[in-house]
């Protein structure tokens, strides 16, 4: 499938969810904005690295992308007072639960490609930023740094030249996101004790702290070495 086809397609599929959710025009903007911030990074990303068409695993990423802006449109609804907790729960669930799909599908078709890779750590990151910012409402604003970090990283590593290589694959990244999602999520249930729910977090931020730290350290002790393909994301595993 052609990338801005599989966007559109990804678009009406939003447009289904949202109905099926029955959000208000709030929720309805906060997802329709979050849509298109997505859909013209993954354009120009995929204008960049030469990508003509998605690959099965990058459909299975996108649809995880279309969720987690159903997932926007349910915490912008939450910040009007509606209560939204029994449906952005599962939603988010199943967002975080496609995360182990895709890797695997692009694995076993022969699709893993560097496109791939990074539309899956930016997926990855909206949903960690969205639900961030639902769970600080009610534990603190402290919480935002879980969702904002990658962000941060992306914007020092755009104005610091020995930030901008190449990673190399370290797997441990893939399972920090996923913990991190995870915990966010439960946190939203409001089901764990508050003691409970702020030592998760707690650990959600440490792991967060070593995963970047580790990278930033690597590429400190590496930056002697010549620039290559600039990456200014943590996307590889």
């Known amino acids: 499938m052609e990338v801005r086809r599989g966007l559109l397609t990804c678009a009406g599929g939003l447009v289904v969810l949202l109905a099926v959710l029955g959000v208000g025009v709030v929720g309805w903007a906060a997802a329709g904005l979050g849509a298109v911030v997505l859909a013209v990074a993954a354009d120009r ?26 997932v926007l449109g349910l915490v912008a609804e939450a910040a009007t007072g509606v209560g939204v907790v029994e449906r952005l729960v599962p939603l988010a669930a199943v967002a975080l639960a496609l995360d182990l799909v895709d890797g695997k599908v692009a694995r076993r078709t022969g699709t893993v490609s560097p496109f791939g890779a990074r539309l899956d750590g930016e997926s990855d990151a909206f949903l960690i930023l969205v639900l961030s910012v639902h769970v600080a409402r009610d534990v603190g604003a402290w919480v935002l740094a879980l969702g904002l970090v990658r962000y941060a990283y992306a914007g020092v590593a755009a104005l610091v030249p020995w930030m901008q290589r190449t990673l190399p694959p370290r797997y441990w990244r893939k399972v920090v996101a996923a913990y991190v999602g995870i915990t966010l ?13 702020g030592a998760a977090l707690v650990l959600a931020a ?20 010549a620039v290559d393909a600039p990456v200014a994301s943590r996307t590889q595993a």
């Open 206 to 225: 440490a792991l967060l702290a070593e995963s970047f730290g580790w990278d930033v350290v690597w590429l400190w002790r590496t930056r002697r070495l």
């Open 45 to 70: 990303r995929a204008s960049v690295d030469d990508v003509a068409r998605l690959g099965p695993a990058d459909a299975v990423t996108l649809a995880r992308a279309t969720l987690a802006c159903g």
């Open 185 to 197: 999520a439960v946190a939203a249930s409001g089901v764990p004790p508050a003691t409970a729910t």
